[in-house]
């Protein structure tokens, strides 16, 4: 994501992965921030809803609870036991079916596709006010929500943050292909092997 940046690469950077889990990373001039351990952005495991859905981690109320797939596959299966009208089915199901029935105006697909931007809206707003990025960017299928999902992280923000803090911001939806992952591995892993011990910097 930051190489395809170049050269008007933004001096930091935070991707959000939302796919099966939810995941982030940030870049600070072209330095990854890890954490102490490597367990920097563990974005899936911001407590969001104190008591909600519980999550694989042990801990309620998770973003990934919320909008990784196990949850919103265990939403939909209450939606089901509760009698909703609905094409989302538990069986078979994919994220790229629920973005499917999201467009085609499925009014249960569109009401959790609601409430999942809604909870990532959360998180983001977090890691603007802590990060203070220049830019944000979603990736992974669930980011097929598109404008729904990048208006309601916008009016977030706008709320929720100093507008010094997103004056600037772009938030957008990544235009790396199903590679980009693979691409991203081999950079860090020639890095290591040219400069062991050093700090990731790309």
């Known amino acids: 994501e930051y190489y395809g940046r170049r050269p008007d690469v933004p001096r930091s950077l935070c ?3 939302l796919d099966t889990g939810i995941g982030g990373s940030f870049i600070k001039n072209g330095r990854l921030f890890a954490g102490d351990s490597s367990r920097g952005m563990e974005l899936g495991h911001l407590v969001i809803r104190p008591g909600g859905p519980l999550c694989k981690c042990g801990n309620q109320g998770c973003l990934e609870a919320i909008a990784g797939e196990h949850g919103i596959r ?3 299966a209450d ?5 909703v009208t609905t094409e989302l089915r538990t069986t078979d199901f994919s994220l790229d ?3 499917e029935l999201v467009s085609r105006r499925d009014r249960a697909a569109q009401l959790l596709a609601s409430e999942i931007c809604d ?3 959360n998180a983001v707003t977090v890691v ?3 990060l203070n990025p220049g830019a944000v960017v979603f990736a992974g299928r669930l980011s097929g929500l598109g404008d729904m999902l990048l208006d309601t992280v916008k009016r977030a923000l706008n709320v929720n943050c100093f507008y010094g803090a997103i004056e600037h911001l772009k938030v957008e939806i ?3 292909d199903e590679f980009a992952s693979a691409v991203g ?3 860090m892993t020639r890095r290591r092997e040219l400069l062991p011990g050093e700090p990731l910097w790309f």
């Open 174 to 176: 990544s235009p790396q």
């Open 128 to 130: 603007v006010t802590l």
């Open 119 to 121: 909870a990532i809206a």
């Open 185 to 187: 591995a081999a950079l």
């Open 79 to 83: 939606m089901i036991a509760g009698k």
């Open 15 to 17: 991707l959000i992965e």
């Open 97 to 99: 079916n629920f973005i």
């Open 74 to 76: 265990q939403r939909i």
